[in-house]
């Protein structure tokens, strides 16, 4: 049974930074890439940013570009995501998934999700 488990969640101001993890388990890590997607209030959810299997393809929403990174750990099994200069638009609860191909950022591509975490920007 594939588990995904985010964490570092929580209440900043805007500007400040966050750091999410998301430890996996129950299927290959290195085998899959992985994203971060994202849900606000009253909205769709949306792609943040994915990672390619090996680490060594990136790829970013517009939204994302400059402020986020994503990073993975494949001896660790974790997928990181640090965020800075946080804005209050970032505002959502934000999903770990794993993918179902070596690397994808079309959502529909992704089999196997996190519960979430909340991040809360403050203005």
């Known amino acids: 049974q594939v588990q995904l488990v985010e964490s570092g969640g929580g209440l900043v101001q805007a500007g400040g930074s966050l750091r999410l993890s998301c430890a996996a388990s129950?299927?290959?890590?290195?085998?899959?890439?992985m994203g971060w997607f994202r849900q606000a209030p009253g909205k769709e959810r949306e792609f943040v940013a994915a990672i390619s299997r090996s680490g060594d393809n990136t790829y970013y929403a517009n939204s994302a570009k400059g402020r986020f990174t994503i990073s993975r750990d494949n001896a660790k099994n974790t997928v990181y995501l640090q965020m800075n200069n946080l804005k209050p638009e970032d505002t959502a609860v934000y999903y770990c998934?794993?993918?179902?191909?070596?690397?994808?950022?079309?959502?529909?591509?992704?089999?196997?999700w996190g519960q979430g975490t909340q991040i809360t920007v403050s203005s």
């Open positions: 998934a794993s993918a179902s191909t070596a690397w994808s950022w079309r959502e529909y591509e992704y089999d196997y």
């Open positions: 129950g299927r290959t890590f290195s085998r899959y890439g």
